[in-house]
């Protein structure tokens, strides 16, 4: 199989598509062919990533409906069709930890990054998707939707649950219309935004790491390829899925010694 054409002609929104898993999975996507369309809310970056794999930058607010409104819709006119919908934009800022002392205005803030986005984008998509009768909608969900943490981030974790919850709804409720909605669930990621979080909190870090039976953190381009096979004809059974790619840290009792 080539893999350099199991995407090609398809157009992919990539929101956060600036960095990290985003930016990993934008590069996997045009080097398997597709054109790619980074959505992000900073602009030189998302310039800098969108001539890095020769595709276009959109700028959104994914927390915004008519922002984000604006931005399928007009790829969806301008390129004339919306194949793939990766809704991977997110934050995990350092005021939401403990429910202890998480305010509101974090939680608030992270639910409408993380979870509000979600639905905005993955209802704009499915108005272009369900006439056309076909696409796929990879929204970014993680462990933590599945297992609890002692070292809580109480909005992220709930917000992720909420994501992992409507991809299920909305993968069962279109699969009849040709369009599959799957989560992807990733394990800790070596990204930029981990790094600053446990750079800050060495400690911390380890208690994390300690749990995962791969004994590392992932690598951002390990979840981008586990992206390209939802959003390609190979996963063409696969919907309404928890997708998890977390090296073993959910199914972990004790790890390896």
């Given at each position: 199989?080539?893999?350099?054409?199991?995407l090609?002609d398809r157009v992919?929104?990539?929101?956060?598509g600036?960095?990290?898993?985003g930016?990993?999975?934008a590069r996997?996507?045009?080097a398997?062919?597709?054109?790619?369309?980074?959505?992000d809310?900073?602009?030189?970056?998302?310039?800098r990533?969108?001539?890095?794999?020769?595709?276009?930058?959109?700028?959104v607010?994914?927390?915004d409906?008519?922002?984000?409104?604006?931005?399928?819709?007009s790829v969806?006119g301008?390129?004339?069709?919306?194949?793939?919908?990766?809704?991977?934009?997110?934050?995990?800022?350092?005021?939401d930890d403990?429910?202890?002392?998480t305010?509101?205005?974090?939680?608030?803030r992270v639910?409408?990054v993380?979870?509000?986005?979600?639905?905005?984008?993955s209802?704009?998509a499915?108005?272009?998707?369900?006439?056309a009768?076909?696409?796929?909608?990879?929204n970014t969900?993680?462990f933590?939707?599945l297992?609890?943490?002692?070292?809580?981030q109480?909005?992220?974790?709930?917000?992720?649950?909420?994501v992992?919850?409507?991809?299920?709804?909305?993968?069962?409720q279109?699969?009849?219309?040709g369009?599959?909605v799957n989560?992807?669930?990733?394990g800790p990621?070596?990204?930029p935004l981990?790094?600053?979080?446990?750079?800050?909190?060495?400690?911390?870090?380890?208690r994390?790491?300690?749990?995962?039976?791969?004994?590392?953190f992932a690598?951002?381009e390990?979840?981008?390829a586990?992206v390209?096979?939802?959003?390609?004809?190979?996963?063409s059974?696969i919907?309404?899925?928890?997708f998890?790619?977390?090296?073993?840290i959910?199914?972990?009792?004790?790890?390896?010694?």
């Amino acid at each position: 199989m080539d893999l350099t054409k199991r995407l090609a002609d398809r157009v992919a929104i990539v929101t956060g598509g600036a960095s990290g898993i985003g930016l990993a999975t934008a590069r996997r996507f045009a080097a398997e062919g597709a054109r790619v369309v980074i959505a992000d809310v900073d602009p030189a970056s998302g310039e800098r990533a969108a001539a890095e794999v020769d595709g276009l930058f959109r700028p959104v607010d994914v927390a915004d409906e008519a922002s984000v409104n604006q931005l399928f819709d007009s790829v969806a006119g301008d390129l004339g069709r919306l194949d793939i919908a990766f809704n991977n934009a997110g934050i995990s800022p350092a005021d939401d930890d403990s429910i202890e002392t998480t305010e509101l205005p974090a939680w608030d803030r992270v639910q409408d990054v993380n979870l509000k986005s979600v639905y905005l984008c993955s209802r704009a998509a499915l108005r272009h998707m369900v006439p056309a009768g076909h696409g796929s909608i990879i929204n970014t969900a993680s462990f933590v939707a599945l297992l609890g943490s002692a070292t809580s981030q109480i909005s992220y974790t709930a917000s992720k649950g909420g994501v992992l919850a409507l991809t299920r709804e909305l993968g069962v409720q279109f699969a009849r219309q040709g369009i599959r909605v799957n989560a992807l669930c990733p394990g800790p990621v070596n990204t930029p935004l981990l790094r600053e979080l446990f750079a800050k909190d060495p400690e911390r870090a380890q208690r994390r790491l300690i749990h995962v039976p791969m004994g590392r953190f992932a690598e951002p381009e390990e979840m981008a390829a586990a992206v390209a096979f939802l959003a390609s004809d190979d996963a063409s059974f696969i919907t309404a899925t928890a997708f998890v790619v977390d090296g073993g840290i959910t199914n972990a009792y004790v790890t390896p010694l």
